[in-house]
């Protein structure tokens, strides 16, 4: 008699393959809502489209100890940079009216929670532990 045939154990499935679906059927739901000129909804399908594999991914990551700090710490740096560039571009522009003067500083002021927001997330994706 011969041995029985090894048995075949199933791999586990991918957490990148879970994402595919939904990440397809998102991209079809915006590429319908631009063909049917529904701009609201292709931006919204479209900004899903991109948070659902950042949030995955920051849901399934191993987090250690300290990340979160350094996290909000590179918000808060990264949240200053859009004011001083904004700061740099008003103080550039010799003779400029102090109402585009602000605009520019405003714009910068409107734009620091994004950048601190980006920054952190960045870090928390591709930040390593110390050694």
Same mark, same amino acid.
């Given at each position: 008699?011969s041995?029985?045939?090894?048995?075949? $154990?199933? $791999?586990?499935?991918?957490?990148?393959?879970?994402?595919?679906?939904?990440?397809?059927?998102?991209?079809?739901?915006?590429?319908?809502?631009?063909?049917?000129?529904?701009? !609201?909804?292709?931006?919204?399908?479209?900004?899903?489209?991109?948070?659902?594999?950042?949030?995955?991914?920051?849901?399934?990551?191993?987090?250690?100890?300290?990340?979160?700090?350094?996290?909000?710490?590179l918000?808060? !740096?990264?949240?200053?940079?859009?004011?001083?560039?904004?700061?740099?571009?008003?103080?550039?522009?010799?003779?400029? $009216?102090?109402?585009?003067?602000?605009?520019?500083?405003?714009? *910068?002021?409107?734009?620091?929670?994004?950048?601190?927001?980006?920054?952190?997330?960045?870090?928390?994706?591709? *930040?390593?532990?110390?050694?």
């Open positions: 008699m041995p029985p045939p090894p048995t075949r $154990e199933r $791999e586990p499935l991918s957490l990148n393959a879970l994402l595919l679906a939904p990440s397809l059927l998102l991209a079809a739901g915006a590429c319908v809502a631009v063909a049917a000129r529904h701009f !609201a909804l292709a931006a919204a399908a479209t900004g899903t489209l991109v948070l659902v594999p950042l949030v995955f991914r920051l849901w399934t990551r191993t987090w250690y100890r300290g990340l979160v700090l350094r996290g909000l710490g918000f808060i !740096a990264g949240m200053h940079l859009p004011m001083l560039v904004g700061g740099a571009l008003a103080y550039g522009r010799i003779g400029c $009216e102090p109402a585009d003067c602000g605009q520019t500083l405003l714009l *910068g002021i409107v734009l620091a929670p994004v950048a601190g927001a980006v920054c952190s997330v960045v870090y928390w994706l591709v *930040g390593r532990p110390p050694v």
